[in-house]
């Protein structure tokens, strides 16, 4: 499974549609298991200076959602 | 020539190396900065294809994803502004962009197209589709491309458990499968009619008499499904080019497909 940065949800609304590397803006989400993250594609270019609580996350293991269909 | 071999005739004005790029492909270019002379002659015989086969006009959304960044990846061919209104499309998420295209995470990478079947289509009439770069097991594949209410859809899933592809243009829960064992390629559908409906699988083309229902107003996302306002079914499956546009007859999904494998043939990345 893929790795993700686990954030807080009042992280995650500070975030939600902020560029973070030209043309690319953060889209903070939930996991299967309700965790509020953001990507290493994100996470890895964000300013950390401007997003302090970026620096020293410990990326976990994603938990993909249920689907309820397929359409 | 691929594609060929079906017996249709693509029409094809060959670019000469000295003479003038396409207007609408010179403004793609500047806005785009695009400099690669492969790329460029790519793309200009892409768009000189699309008009000798009457398939430009038909065409809403083009996105060619050359460059190899975010910011060369965003822009419409077909209206190279940089508006929601010329369906310039907004990255979000997770993506990695290379010259090969861009690739969404499989997990919150999603690009907003801005264009909606109510807004922008109309019924009955219908196009959408992708060239993948990704080879992703059944099951995983999710949705590349597509948006709905929740009520009517317009999806694709090309690779669902069982290997199967379901397709489905303004239409309900009455779903449009074929049998696919593979997310690379050229997969797409159109709806040309109220009971009338084509998936096109590298090639391949199946139809259906599937009932349209109605249109909703959610615009289509790339990357995953635009599900009533919110991204939903993340797909790890690289774009090499995406587009909506209205319906096509089927000729018209032989041309095009036959025109996008030599695009991609130009650029060393067709599969």
């Given amino acids: 499974m893929p790795l993700i940065y686990p954030i807080t949800e009042s992280q995650a609304n500070q975030l939600k549609g902020q560029e973070f590397a030209p043309d690319s803006f953060f889209n903070p989400t939930q996991d299967g298991s309700g965790k509020w993250f953001i990507s290493p594609e994100e996470w890895e270019p964000a300013d950390k200076v401007q997003w302090p609580f970026l620096v020293g996350i410990v990326p976990v293991e994603y938990v993909e959602p249920v689907s309820i269909d397929p359409q | ?271």
């Avoid at chain 2, 409906?197 to 995953?224: D, E």
């Avoid at chain 2, 499956?237 to 043939?265: K, M, P, V, W």
Wanted: glycine share 10%; with cysteine; hydrophobic share 35%.
């Fill in chain 2, 1 to 271: 020539m691929p594609g060929l071999g079906l017996g249709l005739s693509l029409k094809r004005s060959r670019w000469v190396f000295g003479s003038s790029y396409d207007t609408d492909a010179a403004a793609f270019f500047s806005a785009a900065s695009i400099t690669n002379s492969t790329q460029k002659t790519a793309v200009n015989q892409l768009v000189l294809d699309l008009k000798s086969n009457s398939l430009w006009s038909k065409m809403l959304a083009l996105y060619p994803f050359v460059g190899g960044t975010a910011t060369t990846h965003k822009w419409n061919l077909k209206d190279p502004r940089d508006l929601d209104a010329a369906f310039r499309l907004t990255f979000s998420g997770g993506w990695t962009h290379t010259s090969t295209g861009a690739l969404p995470n499989g997990t919150n990478g999603y690009a907003n197209t801005f264009l909606s079947p109510l807004s922008n289509l109309s019924t009955n009439s219908e196009s959408f589709g992708f060239y993948g770069g990704t080879s992703v097991a059944a099951g995983s594949a999710k949705q590349p491309i597509g948006c709905t209410d929740t009520s009517t859809y317009d999806i694709i899933a090309p690779r669902e458990v069982g290997d199967s592809a379901l397709c489905i243009l303004q239409a309900n829960s009455a779903a449009f499968t074929v049998s696919n064992a593979s997310t690379l390629g050229f997969i797409f559908g159109t709806r040309n009619g109220a009971a009338s409906s084509i998936a096109s699988i590298r090639g391949t083309k199946t139809t259906n008499g599937v009932s349209s229902t109605s249109r909703h107003n959610y615009p289509f996302f790339v990357g995953a499904r635009n599900q009533a306002g919110t991204a939903a079914q993340y797909s790890p499956i690289e774009h090499r080019f995406s587009f909506i546009g209205n319906g096509l007859t089927s000729g018209d999904c032989d041309s095009l497909y036959t025109l996008i494998q030599a695009y991609e043939t130009t650029l060393g990345r067709n599969v």
